[in-house]
């Protein structure tokens, strides 16, 4: 039986992180010390930690890993519905960076006066409506 310290450097899973699976119940320890709590596990326990590490690092939810652990015929779906929420997300942020550099485009300095892109401000005045009359009661 490996500790749970010498099991993490193993596996390159931190030690918080595999009480979390335990609670998770992704990887339970093969044995917990009644008396001290500590927790220990097999040899045999390291390729699933390293599948737990692998797909974690990949973004996978801790859901999904779970689902992965116990349907391993569902991996290739679950992997490929992953990539497929990646790069829609990478997309999104992808749009939005441009957007961001479009804003770096239009910047100014406020001494210059309105950009050529930018619209003049304009202000009107407008009588103050009492907050009661937008209560409905």
């Known amino acids: 039986m490996?500790?749970?310290?010498?099991?993490?450097?193993?596996t390159g899973v931190s030690v918080?992180?595999?009480r979390f699976y335990d609670e998770r119940g992704l990887l339970t320890p093969a044995e917990v010390d009644r008396h001290s709590g500590y927790r220990r596990y097999s040899a045999a326990q390291m390729?699933?930690?390293?599948?737990?590490?692998i797909l974690r690092t990949a973004g996978m939810s801790v859901?999904?890993?779970?689902?992965?652990?116990?349907?391993?015929?569902?991996?290739?779906d679950?992997?490929?519905?992953?990539?497929?929420e990646l790069e829609r997300r990478r997309d999104l942020e992808?749009?939005?960076?441009?957007?961001g550099h479009g804003l770096l485009a239009q910047?100014?300095?406020p001494d210059d006066g309105p950009s050529p892109q930018q619209?003049?401000?304009?202000?009107?005045?407008?009588?103050?409506?009492?907050g009661w009359r937008w209560c409905s009661v």
């Open 16 to 18: 918080k992180a595999l």
């Open 94 to 99: 992808d749009r939005a960076m441009t957007l």
């Open 2 to 10: 490996i500790t749970i310290g010498e099991f993490a450097l193993s």
């Open 119 to 130: 619209d003049t401000v304009r202000f009107r005045t407008a009588e103050a409506t009492p």
């Open 63 to 76: 859901e999904d890993v779970k689902t992965a652990l116990e349907e391993p015929d569902r991996l290739a």
């Open 107 to 109: 910047n100014h300095r």
């Open 47 to 53: 390729r699933t930690a390293t599948t737990i590490r």
């Open 78 to 84: 679950l992997l490929q519905g992953h990539a497929a």
